[in-house]
């Protein structure tokens, strides 16, 4: 009764931006906590952001200043805006839901498909 479907990934060169949706069925979308994470082959699923109930937003190291994450509730969608895009980057995207907060990431109770990240050197 709840989905969250990912896209907006593709390739992009270096520099470049891309923006992310998650799409989410169901009701109260806006009282889940949302997270972005992405995975790259054969690596461990890492932490991107948190975009929290009451708007609060907490970042990873490695794309402070350059990734904003913001939702549309009337929408019922969750954004991932990524700029000055580096092939670090290149991975699959996740979104998730969750409600429970701990430290600066949720407790994910619902993942999406995941949306494929290529950014060329």
């Known amino acids: 009764q709840v989905q969250l479907v990912e896209s907006g990934g593709g390739l992009v060169q270096a520099g470049g931006s891309l923006r992310l949706s998650c799409a989410a069925s169901?009701?109260?979308?806006?009282?889940?906590?949302m997270g972005w994470y992405r995975q790259a082959p054969g690596k461990d699923r890492e932490f991107v952001g948190t975009l929290t109930i009451d708007s609060s937003t907490y970042y990873a190291d490695s794309v402070k200043g350059r990734f904003t994450i913001s939702r549309d509730n009337a929408k019922n969608t969750v954004y991932l805006q990524m700029n000055s895009l580096k092939p670090e980057d290149t991975a699959v995207y996740y979104c998730?839901?969750?409600?429970?907060?701990?430290?600066?990431?949720?407790?994910?109770?619902?993942w999406g498909q995941g949306t494929q990240v290529t950014v060329s050197s």
């Open positions: 998730a839901a969750g409600t429970v907060l701990i430290g600066m990431q949720i407790n994910p109770t619902i």
């Open positions: 169901g009701r109260s979308f806006s009282t889940w906590h």
